[in-house]
C-alpha cells in the first residue's frame, strides 16, 4: 500500500489492484491490434471487383438487375457466385437472387470480366412500382478454380 497526501483529505492509502498493470498491457494490445487490422483491410482491395448494379428499364416484367464483375488477379483463375439484392428506399431487402453469368460458367481468368444477370421473379407489381429503388451486388461464394 502507498500513502499519498490529498489536499482537504490528508494523509490517504491507496492500494494498487494487481491487475492493473495487466489489464493496461492488455488494453494496448488491443489498441495496436485494431489499428494494423484496420489499416491492413484499408489497404488490401478485393481480388473480385464488381462494379454497380444496374437496372432493367422500367416497365419491363420481371424486372432484372444485371453487373459486371473482374478478375483483378495476375495469375489466379476464381470462381465466383454473385448474389443480387433488390432494395427499397430505406434500404431494407424486398429480393435476393443468386446471378447467373450471361456467358460461361462464372469461372474467371486473370484480368477477364463476365456479366451476371439476376430476375426478380418474386416482386409483385406493387412492389416493383411503389417501393424498388436499388439493386446491390455481393459476391458470396469465392474458390480458386
Known amino acids: 500500500m502507498t500513502i499519498v497526501d490529498v489536499p482537504g483529505a490528508g494523509a490517504v492509502e491507496v492500494s494498487e489492484d494487481r491487475w492493473h498493470r495487466v489489464f493496461i498491457a492488455f488494453v494496448t494490445v488491443g489498441l495496436i491490434v ?9 489497404v488490401n482491395e478485393p481480388v473480385i471487383q464488381l462494379d454497380d448494379a444496374r ?21 489466379t483463375t476464381y470462381c465466383i457466385e454473385v448474389t443480387i439484392t ?3 428506399r430505406d434500404g431494407l431487402s424486398l429480393a435476393t437472387v443468386i446471378a447467373e453469368p450471361t456467358t460461361g460458367d462464372g469461372t474467371l481468368a486473370p484480368g477477364r470480366t463476365a456479366n451476371f444477370n439476376a430476375e426478380f421473379d ?4 406493387q412492389e416493383i412500382d411503389e417501393e424498388l429503388d436499388t ?7 469465392q474458390e480458386v478454380c
Open 34 to 42: 485494431a489499428t494494423v487490422l484496420g489499416c491492413r483491410e484499408i
Open 55 to 75: 437496372g432493367s428499364e422500367e416497365g419491363v416484367t420481371p424486372v432484372e438487375a444485371q453487373v459486371l464483375a473482374r478478375n483483378t488477379s495476375e495469375d
Open 86 to 88: 433488390a432494395t427499397d
Open 122 to 125: 418474386d416482386l409483385t407489381q
Open 135 to 141: 439493386y446491390y451486388a455481393f459476391v458470396t461464394h
